[in-house]
T-cell receptor
Framework: DQQVKQNSPSLSVQEGRISILNCDYT??????FLWYKKYPAEGPTFLIS???IKDKNEDGRFTVFLNKSAKHLSLHIVPSQPGDSAVYFC???????????WGAGTKLIIKP | EPEVTQTPSHQVTQMGQEVILRCVPI?????FYWYRQILGQKVEFLVS????????KSEIFDDQFSVERPDGSNFTLKIRSTKLEDSAMYFC????????????FGSGTRLTVV
């Protein structure tokens, strides 16, 4: 039962261009969404979050968009930099719970 | 910058043996978690721990697993009678709030059951 889906296992983007990572969810009770970034041999690092009362949250080069009707969120990175090459995980929770439900991750490769 | 420390970084154990994975959370954090990632699969929640007791656990966290905070600094995950399918990367995390974005993850322990 995949409640959080990241359908693209990998994505390759030219340096300087926009990277768009997508995430879909099925549980309408989710009201808090997060993106984590993970480098090899390291734990996931929190990147940006959004609650269901918003449809956009921006932090520097990173913007997360939430479309509740479509149960879809996306992470935009612009401009993409070589250091952005990592695996990006989408995660969701029902606010009152501790449990994060994670997607399978998308490996982002930034080409010079 | 404070960090969550996990030891060992890699543990190889024989099937049926018990293993203890160790974590030192950030010192002023109050909420502790274990997650795992089987190679090539998604990150899965195992358990959360607060005020010296389990707050929430997933279906994965059955009687084979236990957690403990034995001395106020370490947070351990014990896996009894390991199975081949327990092979995974195990991540410890801690936070100072219940809000999920406050997690700080450790670098993980790769457990290989042979």
């Amino acid at each position: 039962d995949q409640q959080v889906k990241q359908n693209s296992p990998s994505l390759s983007v030219q340096e300087g261009r926009i990277s768009i990572l997508n995430c879909d969810y099925t549980n309408s009770m989710f009201d808090y969404f997060l993106w984590y970034k993970k480098y090899p041999a390291e734990g996931p690092t929190f990147l940006i979050s959004i609650s269901s009362i918003k449809d956009k949250n921006e932090d520097g080069r990173f913007t997360v968009f939430l479309n509740k009707s479509a149960k879809h969120l996306s992470l935009h990175i612009v401009p993409s930099q070589p250091g952005d090459s990592a695996v990006y995980f989408c995660a969701a929770s029902e606010n009152s719970n501790y449990q994060l439900i994670w997607g399978a991750g998308t490996k982002l490769i930034i080409k010079p | 910058e404070p960090e969550v420390t996990q030891t060992p970084s890699h543990q190889v154990t024989q099937m049926g043996q018990e293993v203890i994975l160790r974590c030192v959370p950030i010192s002023n954090h109050l909420y502790f978690y274990w997650y795992r990632q089987i190679l090539g699969q998604k990150v899965e929640f195992l358990v959360s721990f607060y005020n010296n007791e389990i707050s929430e656990k997933s279906e994965i966290f059955d009687d084979q697993f236990s957690v403990e905070r034995p001395d106020g600094s370490n947070f351990t995950l014990k896996i009894r009678s390991t199975k081949l399918e327990d092979s995974a990367m195990y991540f410890c995390a801690s936070s100072d709030t219940k809000l999920n974005y406050g997690y700080t993850f450790g670098s993980g322990t790769r457990l290989t059951v042979v």
